[in-house]
């Protein structure tokens, strides 16, 4: 095993493919970070073949810096593939970038920060390459999480644009947010991600896989289907409360929260749009217009299905 200050590279006997797992793309979210020291620990002499890369901190001022964005006021996740000599939040997408060019599989593990609460996901690009695709099904299917998410693959500036223009089957994982450490989080993404690389054939052990009756599996090509900061946005400023809780099946026109003007004394109820799970919640309570609520992913019971 190579350690540094960076990164943890853990090399098999045998040949076999190359997976980064990455995270501290944001600063507040702080599950993966300790998912990924345990993933180090743990494989550092049972990986059986291949190659595993850990980046625990892909923007280490970020995590100084307690926030999503780095000191330079940037959100990494939306200036990839950096810039080498830029800022220091580019400077890391320029690092992250040139590491996913090398890898065979990418895994992205991410929390809804101190602002979102997000019921478990795992999600990836549509990507045109068929085969690439179906790679990103299967790790996907790998984690042992109840929602698979597959969004339109045309924005830029992520990790996972950057493994879509490079060929590299890419997924990311969202769950939990807030304040506080949810061990169930850790416990879940490090669970999965060795799932995945016995699924590769890296590392022994049985393979487990929810069945598809568990899960809601949606893959949506519409544009901008997987932009969270879009969604339900805020109709004023104020302070929001919820009436929903993550994981709830709602329906159209029932009451998603209110906002209330402490100044005037008003309250305004906010309706969710569609039917199905919620698995966005806000949870920082003091909103401007337009920041977003929280999201409803429109299918209503378990199974796959394909929105146009």
Not at 25 to 45: C, K, M, T
Not at 220 to 237: C, E
Not at 256 to 265: L, M, Q, Y
Request: with cysteine; net charge negative.
């Amino acid at each position: 095993m190579k350690t540094s200050e960076v990164k943890t590279v853990i090399e098999g006997l045998q040949k076999g493919p190359h997976v980064l797992i990455t995270s501290g793309v944001h600063g507040d979210e702080y599950e993966p970070i300790l998912a990924a020291g345990r993933l180090g620990n743990f494989l550092e002499d049972k990986l059986t073949a291949g190659k595993v890369t850990i980046m625990p901190l892909v923007n280490r001022l970020a995590y100084e810096n307690a926030s999503r964005f780095g000191p330079d006021g940037l959100d990494l996740a939306r200036i990839c593939p950096g810039n080498a000599e830029g800022s220091s939040s580019e400077q890391a997408a320029a690092i992250i970038s040139a590491m996913i060019h090398e890898a065979d599989y990418l895994v992205d593990m991410h929390t809804g920060g101190v602002m979102y609460d997000i019921f478990p996901l795992v999600g990836y690009m549509l990507h045109e390459n068929g085969n690439i695709l179906e790679k990103q099904r299967q790790m996907a299917l790998a984690f042992p999480i109840p929602v698979i998410w597959g969004t339109e693959s045309t924005p830029n500036g992520r990790t996972l644009s950057v493994a879509r223009d490079a060929g590299v089957p890419a997924v990311y994982l969202e769950y939990g947010g807030g304040t506080g450490i949810r061990e169930k989080v850790v416990e879940g993404y490090f669970d999965g991600c060795i799932n995945l690389l016995r699924k590769l054939g890296m590392l022994d052990g049985v393979v487990t896989e929810l069945p598809l009756h568990e899960r809601y599996w949606v893959e949506d090509p519409r544009f901008n289907s997987g932009y969270l900061q879009g969604m339900m946005p805020a109709p004023a400023d104020g302070i929001f409360q919820a009436e929903v809780a993550i994981g709830d099946q709602v329906v159209a026109g029932q009451c998603w929260g209110k906002i209330h003007d402490p100044v005037t004394g008003d309250s305004i109820k906010v309706l969710a749009d569609v039917d199905g799970l919620a698995f966005l919640l806000r949870n920082l309570v003091k909103v401007k217009t337009g920041d977003a609520l929280g999201g409803i992913l429109p299918i209503t019971k378990p199974g796959k299905i394909t929105l146009t």
